[in-house]
């Protein structure tokens, strides 16, 4: 192997909208077309390498120094991309550190969102040096521990358009359980998913608890998952805790941060889950101290890419905590990332979660095929997916002729195209 190969020539970045549902949350609703971004890494040796990751201002502000400076580095050296990014991050200062108006994901600082840019070159770097070599990720992981891996449904409440002008769908409204459970019978139908996760935070507790007993009631036994994305207090949470202990397979973020989540904890069996107050390493210390979580969601984009979510998952096998994978609206890039490490991580026991179901558009030439709510691991080279080039374009041109509005996410300010006066709430 000339190693003169696996030297960076060009990368090139393209963001994008794609076309999102009216997905409720307790941040508000999802736009009608959101930001994503495609990393592609070409080597000398003439092989191109894909990522994906957000597509927000913020995230492109810190891709474009790191892309004019991978050039001349190997794919094989992906350690270096952390002090690489570092180095080349111009944001640092002018990022506003806070709750993350759009994404959900805990307090965001400037090390989250450059580690949530690194994570696609890494991706990138590792389908390039896959290809090359003739060898899928999973390889270059130390390979792949299962098969095919576990998703679970996404359920939403969900509008059934968008208020104005967006994309539609044939999905309807869900807004109640009745809603839920026919959403839910869908996901089954289409995609054999055994495990459902409802996002809540939406509606006062008691319509959410009645929307989980309908779940409960029209798949007995099967896993079930709410996630109000901290809304709670610790006293709701209880109480929610102590209405659903006999079906939830965990309750994830019932309340923001450590401190409550620990106080929660302590005085409920149900295990709860998180992807809100532990997302970086620094934040794994007083978690797993204070017991506040029984199970970590991992996700690459957050933690900076494949190998550090291996990382995460051995510190959580060494600390008996469980692991379960979260998603944010993403494409087959990312789900192909998410499959490929997922299929070498030993301790995952819970179905990963993924919002793929819900995007009609994407930037890969095949969908892949859910089959009894799994996916199968690709052994082809890289991540086992290809560019849909008109279809990045077409993609690419709408975020061009976006008047900025879209390009980046606020699901808040999307509500208040429907209610003006909307903020969102606590329970
Ligand atoms: O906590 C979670 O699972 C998420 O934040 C996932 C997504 O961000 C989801 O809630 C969304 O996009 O509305
Ligand atoms: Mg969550």
Known sequence: MDALKLLVDEVRLTPILISDPPLLNVQGVHQPYTPRLVVEVITRGGVSGLGETYGDGVYLDLARPLADALPGHSVTDVNALFALAASTDPALTVVAEGVDAGGLRGVRTADKLRLSVVSAFETACLDALGKTLGLPVHALLGGKVRDTVEYSAYLFHRWAAHPGAGPTDDWGAALDPAGIVAQARRFDRLHGFRSFKLKGGVFEPEREIAAIRALAEAFPGRPLRLDPNGAWSVETSLAVARELKDVLEYLEDPTSGTAAMAEVAARTDVPLATNMCVTT?????????????????????????????????????????????????????????????????????????????WQTEDVVTTRPVFRAGRLTVSDAPGLGVELDRPALAALHRRWLDDDGTLRDRDDTAAMHAADPGWSPRTW
């Not at 199970?295 to 379960?324: F, K, M």
Request: hydrophobic content about 40%.
């Open 281 to 357: 390493f620094e934040e794994v210390p007083e978690a797993f101290a204070k017991e506040a979580v029984r199970i970590v969601l991992c996700d690459h984009h957050y933690w900076g890419g494949l190998h550090r979510t291996r990382e995460l998952a051995a510190l959580c096998r060494t600390y008996g905590v469980g692991l379960s994978m979260h998603s944010n609206t993403h494409l087959g890039i990312s789900l192909a990332a998410m499959t490929q490490v997922a299929a070498t991580l030993p301790g995952l026991h819970h179905a990963c979660d993924t919002h793929y179901p």
